[in-house]
């Protein structure tokens, strides 16, 4: 009895390991204040508006991509390259980071010909003709919001929280 109680538990610590590597992880305090700091500068300093200041506060303190997948295998990595090449008609592709969720995945590229864009299936990447919609480009906190609205209106479907993470990633905590 001892020996399966002890089993149980390995089992639970590391699926319980494995399921908090697999997400992104929200900002660090030291990075939240930070973060805070120049906000509230910026909208000291008229950069940015009120509204902007107050959406992009609740951004610092969400944690949009708990539950959102984030590793690839070495294989699953080159399988997507594979088949992006093919979608894209390109020579080379990198698969960099991907995020999946309910079906949905948004694979962030090198494409070695312009900026590293993200890609974004309603399904399989692998199995796809093409990617639903593509994103590049930047964009600073105070904008996540649009973001967020961006993805949801050019990603019918998309699930919300995916949404909400890309959006979050892409302006907080991009690596």
Request: aromatic share 8%.
């Amino acid at each position: 009895m001892k020996k399966i109680l002890i089993y149980v538990t390995l089992l639970s610590l590391i699926y319980t390991i494995s399921a908090l590597g697999a997400s992104e992880p929200p900002l660090s305090e030291s990075d939240k204040a930070t973060v805070k700091q120049g906000l509230a500068d910026a909208v000291k300093s008229k950069r940015i508006t009120q509204q902007q200041y107050t959406q992009a506060l609740s951004w610092v303190d969400a944690a949009p991509c708990e539950g959102i997948e984030r590793d690839v295998t070495i294989k699953g990595k080159a399988n997507l390259a594979n088949a992006i090449k093919k979608q894209l008609r390109l020579k080379t592709v990198d698969v960099l980071q991907t995020f999946r969720s309910e079906g949905w995945t948004i694979v962030y590229v090198d494409t070695k010909v312009s900026d590293e864009p993200y890609l974004f299936y309603s399904g399989d990447p692998v199995l796809a003709r093409k990617p639903v919609t593509q994103w590049s480009g930047a964009a600073m906190i105070f904008e996540t919001s649009e973001v967020e609205r961006w993805v949801l209106d050019n990603a019918p479907g998309i699930p919300k929280r995916l949404a909400a993470c890309f959006a979050w990633h892409v302006t907080l905590n991009r690596d």
